[in-house]
């Protein structure tokens, strides 16, 4: 939190303004600012894309395994509410419990046991930029490069403990975390508070209700009070400003399902693909596209890599176009949900433009094609990124 939007001001400031139970309108600041974003986004680590906050990922360089709040993505679809975690309340209801609603306040939820485990935040979207300026292929979206993820060490509850105190029902099929942020709304169309259904399998296995980030209580822009976090799937399941959970024992659905996060395009059927859950393998040099390298120097590159479906078992790279590949050191130990950083020494020959490539391979021998399957909404970009640099 910046000094000027120290938390305790804010609470106090809204304590003295009418305001809706459990919520208020973000202070004025984050309204003047245009994105809806509280913390500080200074132009060397973020950049501001619409009502989100892109990391760049040459930013990541002086970070360690876990993002730093002042380093990590935001995705708003509209501005982070602030709400007070003394009014706040979970409510947990519909066909798929034996009984009536249950509630958990904030401190409830705190009294649970907790656990805590590290996990990226990937948006479907990161890497979208690709599409159109590697293979040619426009898409509609946020034109994140590479950084819309960020990871994290996350302490909560489980998911699963929340809800069979709930008095989940066996028949549950689907489990629909909903946002307390407003309305979501765009081309005329609103398409109601921030939601969409997991599937209650993946629900009762690893997925948290997160109220720390880092060791802190959740920044506003992420979440605060409590968020959803689903190890390995895209971000959009990881609900931020929880508010309610719908447990059904019929099949649910949401605009977040139906016309976004589902793959259209010619490789898919005429109604898209099924909604998308799991995320994909990826790297990144962190390095600014266009990065200017002296040659006859030797150059330390570094980066990321990782795979929602298995620890990363290792990197290549290649500084000719794709003809030779060598391996980066790894300079971390692999694991689920997580990244590792790596890096390899380059020394430039010749002046003039060149690539450098990185693909990363996972245990269970998931690799990074040369291409993404183009779909529509430019989601799930997996293909090595041809990162252009110039020798000087
Ligand atoms: N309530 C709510 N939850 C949300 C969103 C949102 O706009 N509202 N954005 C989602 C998307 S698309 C992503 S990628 C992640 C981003 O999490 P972060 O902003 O903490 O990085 O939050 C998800 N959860
Ligand atoms: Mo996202």
């Known amino acids: 939190m910046s ?27 984050a ?73 958990f306040s904030y401190g409830q939820l705190r009294s649970l046991p907790a656990v805590t485990r590290t996990a990226v935040v990937e948006c479907a979207g990161n890497g979208r930029n690709f599409y159109a300026t590697q293979q040619g292929q426009p898409v509609a979206g946020t034109p994140w490069t590479l950084g819309a993820i960020g990871a994290a060490s996350w302490r909560g509850v489980r998911l699963r403990d929340v809800l069979r105190r709930a008095g989940i029902d066996p028949s549950a099929v689907h489990v629909m975390p909903r946002g307390l942020d407003d309305p979501y709304v765009s081309g005329g169309v609103d398409y109601g508070r921030v939601r969409r259904p997991l599937p209650a399998a993946k629900a009762l296995d690893d997925v948290l209700l997160a109220y720390e980030m880092n060791g802190e209580p959740l920044p506003y822009d992420h979440g605060f009070p409590v968020r959803v976090v689903v190890p390995g799937w895209i971000g959009i399941a990881s609900i931020k400003w929880l508010g309610d959970i719908q447990v059904s024992a019929t099949p649910l659905s949401s605009p ?35 990065a200017r390298l002296e040659a006859g120097t030797v150059h330390r590159l570094t980066g990321r890599a990782w795979s929602a479906k298995a620890p990363v078992s290792h990197v290549e790279i290649s500084t000719d176009g794709g003809a030779h590949w060598r391996r980066a050191r790894l300079r971390d ?38 291409r993404s399957v183009h779909n529509t909404q430019g989601y799930l970009f997996d293909a090595v990124v041809r990162h252009p640099v110039t020798v000087t």
């Open 3 to 29: 000094p000027a939007l120290d938390r305790r001001d804010l609470l106090k400031l809204l304590a003295a303004a009418p305001v809706a139970a459990q919520f208020a309108a973000a202070p004025p600041v």
């Open 31 to 103: 309204a003047a600012a245009g994105h809806g974003i509280l913390k500080p986004l200074p132009s060397d680590v973020f950049t501001i894309r619409g009502t989100n906050a892109e990391t760049n990922v040459a930013a990541l360089r002086d970070t360690g395994l876990h993002t730093p709040e002042d380093h990590f993505f935001v995705r708003n679809h509209t501005s982070t509410p602030v709400l007070d975690e003394s009014e706040w309340k979970l409510t947990v209801w519909g066909s798929g419990l034996r009984g009536r609603p249950v509630e």
């Open 256 to 290: 977040w399902t139906t016309e976004f996060y589902r793959l259209f395009g010619d490789a898919y059927p005429a109604g898209g693909s099924d909604p998308i859950g799991p995320q994909t393998v990826k790297s990144a040099l962190e390095l600014p596209l266009g």
């Open 333 to 370: 130990t692999p694991c689920r949900d997580g990244w590792v950083r790596w890096s390899a020494d380059w020394r430039p020959r010749a002046a003039g433009p060149a690539e450098v490539l990185s693909r990363t391979t996972d245990r269970a021998g998931n690799t990074q094609p040369e």
